[in-house]
């Protein structure tokens, strides 16, 4: 009796996929644009990293150092109508939907000027006013609520897309696969990015995920996915291109899986001890997406100074954000009170 | 001698029906698994089969009769071997007697008892209560039809969707199904499946999209077949809905309503049976409504749609089909936060909510007859509770009973006199006395369920232990 062929691969499905991306081509202004944007989110995290140190951030802190490609990448995308959710690693999406650094800072500090009037700390910051939707604290809280925010992009009609960022520790919680269940039924305006950064807390992708390959988790759903290189902030962009397509054609929700790495702890309270010093600092010297932009800008003409005058003016910016968090008073008691509801009763 | 063919309860609170159709007459043969007629009540129109094979002796309800009660005789069958014609020339008596004698008639229509005494289908029965029920938010000469509670729901509904094209409702078998429960009657038809979604059964994950949707600024009505299910999904009621506007200093919205029943139904044990009143009410950020009758449903979920609040709306399953006054007003809408004096008395307060709000009201009525004077306090809305209106009760008769169907453990009544003792100590002349079910999952079988249950006449003798009559 002969034996039925072994498939090695699973049948390749007979529906349509999104081309594989590419690398965006940036303008050198563009290209300067992500290099200090990149720059903006490592020196603020440095510097929150600090505050964190000398008492002055409380609670949990997680810094997005080694990540920044990935949100610079995919946001620089984005237009005006379309919103951004996230968990509690947040302070760098917010940076990029054009929140001020010391309304970020000034909230890590717990002060009455903070962007949620100190009531909200690290993991739990929202600007509607720039389509900023959380800073959720939950893990995986955001996909539910982002694909609810697809659902009123498409309610209202207003052409936007939600971006929804989790990591993969989120992968693996159940209401992550019913929102792709619905988003994909009801051909929602959202792209899934799920920031791999191979650990979930102190637990490695391979440790917790049957799956690993994080960019197949949409297709009992039919929902595609496209790995990324999630160091390169030109392949993020390049991706967040393919995807938006995708997506603003009505052809529902998309998976990016940005392979990534965070270089610091999982929170700042995190000593680390689950991965080598070696293996962190292997990422940081082959990998890391701001030295790699940097190379691009230098092969292209740009001189030490120039590149050094970005740095300064970043610096200023952050130091001042972190003086104003700093000096700034603390909310009022009386705030105690306020905003529990939004109408009296 | 034929089998006597009774009128179905088509659910556990179904008590009487429409016999819409025959679809068989008398002489017709039948087997197990014919329909032979079709019965609507207020929820749905069910098919009735055949159980026994046999021939349909005599017709004694005519198609389009309303008003059946459960257990009546509707048909009778002759079974194999039977004289179908004998049996239908020996049925006619009762009907031919009743002819002369009226109160035959009532007792041939009267149904044979066949359920047991269910704790469920107690505090149904006493819910039902009759009274005289004051109502200052009614102005004078309004004139009030008869609606059930479902339709009330379904009303306030279809108003504020008209009204708002924010809202829309979703949740399982909300459009095409009509509702679990037929609160959604009618909604898809008129709004069409933009606005009346169905879900996949996914609680966690529809709480979440519906929350989601509200913070991008549209007005969601989740709806949970039961609130046994939002347990799936408390974390985005608590921990997404509630939190955001205080997380986010003031700037992030969460108007949504989670609606659907809670509490006690009959007979489906203890993980269908539960009142969530007492969680939801501890959380800060959320409004917790729980009314008791159509007018209070329909005058607070209308507010609760038009908050900018996220709102948990309890139901209760037992009261959708029952009827009760509505105002006929363009707009009838309650303000959230304020409990209702439903009997003025001057002896004791019970202060309840929801189903026992019934309960209270009928043994306010027995206690009357025993010469004590009760008044009965509404909360309707448990979280902001309505501290002012208890209180002033309590310094009117210094003397309370709460009444909760609910576990008495961390419970509103909790709360209710850990209210009296720190706020209405010097009004007190007797401790308060809490009266809820038993501490313990509801169990199945009829005879436990109804001990563990709340009754009247638990309720009774506590306003007999705080007037000290007992």
């Known amino acids: ?345 | 001698m034929g089998i006597e063919i009774k009128m179905p309860a088509l659910s556990p609170t179904m008590e009487e029906g429409t016999l819409a159709k025959w679809l068989i007459k008398e002489g017709d043969e039948v087997k197990s698994g014919d329909i032979m007629a079709e019965i609507e009540t207020d929820k749905a129109t069910m098919e009735f089969e055949a159980v026994d094979e046999g021939i349909v002796g005599k017709i004694l309800v005519a198609e389009g009769t309303d008003n059946v009660k459960v257990g009546t005789v509707i048909m009778t069958l002759a079974g194999e071997g039977d004289d179908a014609t004998a049996s239908i020339e020996r049925q006619p008596e009762p009907a031919a007697q009743a002819g002369k004698d009226d109160t035959l008639v009532e007792k041939a229509a009267e149904p044979v008892p066949h359920k047991v005494e269910t704790g469920a289908r107690q505090i149904f029965e006493a819910a039902k209560h009759d009274a005289e029920v004051t109502d200052p938010d009614v102005p004078a000469g309004t004139e009030m039809v008869k609606i059930t509670l479902r339709e009330a729901l379904r009303d306030a509904m279809a108003e504020e969707m008209r009204a708002d094209e924010r809202v829309f409702v979703m949740g399982e078998e909300v459009a095409q199904y009509q509702g679990a429960y037929k609160v959604t009657q009618g909604l898809l038809d008129e709004f069409g499946d933009k606005r009346v979604i169905d879900t996949p059964i996914t609680e966690y994950g529809f709480a979440g999209v519906g929350t989601g949707a509200a913070m991008g600024g549209l007005r969601p009505i989740v709806e949970f077949m039961t609130f046994n299910f939002a347990m799936q999904a408390i974390d985005h009621i608590v921990n997404s809905a509630a939190k955001t506007n205080y997380m986010s200093g003031g700037q992030m919205r969460c108007p949504i309503v989670f609606r659907g029943p809670n509490g006690a139904a009959s007979r489906v044990g203890a993980q269908h049976s539960q009142n969530y009143a007492p969680w939801y009410a501890s959380v800060p950020g959320l409004i917790v409504i729980a009314p008791y009758d159509a007018a209070d449903a329909k005058g607070l979920l209308k507010a609760a749609i038009r908050s900018q609040d996220p709102v948990v709306f309890l139901e209760n399953e037992l009261l959708y089909g029952r009827t009760f006054e509505v105002p006929k007003l363009d707009d009838w809408v309650l303000p959230i936060g304020k409990a209702r004096v439903m009997r003025e008395g001057s002896d004791v307060t019970i202060v309840s909510y929801s189903i026992g709000v019934g309960l209270a009201l009928e043994a306010a009525a027995k206690l009357a007859e025993e010469g004590i004077d009760v008044e009965v306090v509404d909360l309707r809305t448990l979280r902001p509770l309505d501290k002012a209106t208890v209180l002033k009760s309590l310094a009117k008769t210094n003397r309370m009973v709460v009444a909760e169907e609910g576990w008495p453990t961390c419970s509103i009544a909790s709360e209710i006199v850990a209210i009296c003792m720190e706020e209405g100590f010097d009004d007190l002349d007797a401790p308060v006395i809490r009266v809820a079910n038993e501490d313990v999952p509801m169990p199945y079988a009829a005879n436990l369920e109804k001990q563990a249950l709340i009754s009247s006449d638990k309720i009774v003798a506590a306003v007999k232990k705080v007037t000290y009559r007992s």
């Open chain 1, 1 to 345: 009796m002969a034996k039925a062929p072994r498939t090695v691969e699973p049948p390749k499905p007979n529906r349509e996929r999104p081309a594989e991306p590419s690398a965006y081509a940036a303008t050198q202004d563009e290209l300067v644009r992500f290099y200090k944007d990149m720059l903006l989110i490592r020196r603020f995290e440095e510097k929150a990293g600090q505050l964190y140190g000398l008492g002055l951030i409380g609670g949990f802190c997680h810094l997005y150092i080694g990540q920044e490609a990935v949100a610079v990448g995919l946001q620089s995308a984005l237009s005006d109508k379309d919103s951004v959710i996230t968990g509690y690693r947040d302070h760098g999406h917010m940076l990029l939907c054009g929140i001020p650094p010391q309304d970020v800072m000034a909230e890590l500090t717990g002060r009455q000027a903070g962007i949620s009037k100190g009531k909200g700390g690290s993991m739990h910051m929202f600007s509607v006013e720039h389509k900023f939707y959380g800073g959720h604290g939950i893990v995986g809280a955001q996909v539910s609520l982002g694909t609810g925010l697809a659902f009123s992009h498409k309610y209202a009609e207003d052409g936007g897309v939600c971006l929804a960022y989790f990591g993969d520790g989120a992968s693996n919680q159940g209401q992550v696969y019913e929102s792709f269940n619905m988003a994909e039924l009801w051909k929602l305006p959202i792209i899934y990015v799920i920031e791999n950064n191979q650990y979930a807390m102190g637990t490695s992708v391979n440790r917790s995920s049957a799956e690993d390959q994080l960019y197949r988790r949409g297709e009992s759903f039919r929902i595609p996915g496209i790995q990324v290189d999630g160091m390169d902030v030109l392949a993020c962009r390049g991706a967040a291109e393919e995807a938006l397509a995708w997506v603003r054609a009505g052809k529902g929700p998309i998976i990016l899986e940005m392979k990534t790495y965070r270089y610091r702890g999982h929170s700042m309270s995190d000593p680390a001890k689950y991965r080598s010093r070696d293996e962190v600092q292997a990422v940081r010297d082959k990998s890391d997406p701001i030295e790699h932009v940097k190379k691009m800008l230098q092969e292209a003409g740009m001189t030490d100074d120039e590149l050094k005058s970005f740095d300064q003016e970043i610096r200023k910016t952050v130091n001042e954000a972190a003086d104003f968090a700093e000096q700034t008073p603390e909310p009022d008691e009386t705030e105690l009170y306020t905003d529990v509801l939004v109408e009296s009763y």
